[in-house]
Nanobody, 126 residues
Framework: QVQLVESGGGLVQAGGSLRLSCVAS????????MGWFRQTPGKEREFVAA????????YYADSVKGRFTISRDNAKNTVYLAMNNLKPEDTAVYYC???????????????????WGQGTQVTVSS
């Protein structure tokens, strides 16, 4: 019913930048809040950022606040995560997700998201 495809991951030096993109299929993309999560092997999935259904509100984990920026372009069915001043601890698989309910303001809980992308690897070297 919905597909999310992430891109933009890769290998970068500490202090560098990457921009992740997530393209969604489905005609109701613009009615849903979107989020980014990340997971390192052996660790629990971690909330990174979320954006409300209209894009007017954004939320960030403390660990990335001031360095990452989430945005969306509903005309392109795309959500972005711009990552600046990357640190080795940012190394993880990053997942794009769409909330299950319409008109969300952006949740920090993975259980509120019903659709997930396949993930894209971000590796930050020191």
């Amino acid at each position: 019913q919905v597909q999310l495809v992430e891109s933009g991951g890769g290998l970068v030096q500490a202090g560098g930048s990457l921009r992740l993109s997530c393209v969604a299929s489905g005609r109701t993309f613009s009615s849903y809040a979107m989020g980014w999560f990340r997971q390192t092997p052996g660790k629990e999935r971690e909330f990174v950022a979320a954006i409300s259904w209209k894009g007017g509100s954004t939320y960030y984990a403390d660990s990335v606040k001031g360095r990452f920026t989430i945005s969306r372009d509903n005309a392109k069915n795309t959500v972005y995560l711009a990552m600046n001043n990357l640190k080795p601890e940012d190394t993880a698989v990053y997942y794009c997700a769409k909330e299950s309910s319409k008109y969300g303001l952006g949740s920090q809980s993975g259980t509120d998201f019903g659709s997930w992308g396949q993930g894209t690897q971000v590796t930050v070297s020191s």
